[in-house]
Nanobody, 124 residues
Framework: QVQLVESGGGSVQAGGSLRLSCAAS????????MGWFRQAPGKEREFVAS????????SHAAYVRGRFTISRDTAKNTLYLQMNGLGAKDTAVYYC?????????????????WGQGTQVTVSS
């Protein structure tokens, strides 16, 4: 079993930055890919970014590319999401997820483990 705990959410003004963290733990952390998703009120959960845990290859959704950066620290079993240039449309609960499959999965059903989410609120 893998446990994922997000942190770093909060309230920020438009144009500001936040850095989300996701600490992974468990009997044996064996994910091959991790990702960030977000869900705004009344909307479907959507893909933000993913990373191959081994190679570091990344994929970012078009609507965050150039503003958000996913990264990981394999020694600390921690996933990050650096978010710059935040806007009101980025307001959502952000979830980290872990997958057994390799690559940079883009769809939520590819991930077996999920964190509880952290709220990001951007005011204009």
């Amino acid at each position: 079993q893998v446990q994922l705990v997000e942190s770093g959410g909060g309230s920020v003004q438009a144009g500001g930055s936040l850095r989300l963290s996701c600490a992974a733990s468990g009997r044996t952390f064996s994910a091959n890919a991790m990702g960030w998703f977000r869900q705004a009120p009344g909307k479907e959960r959507e893909f933000v970014a993913s990373i191959s845990w081994v190679s570091g290859t990344t994929s970012h959704a078009a609507y965050v590319r150039g503003r958000f950066t996913i990264s990981r620290d394999t020694a600390k079993n921690t996933l990050y999401l650096q978010m710059n240039g935040l806007g009101a449309k980025d307001t959502a609960v952000y979830y980290c997820a872990a997958a057994q499959r390799h690559g940079v999965p883009l769809i939520s059903t590819a991930y077996e483990y999920w964190g509880q989410g952290t709220q990001v609120t951007v005011s204009s």
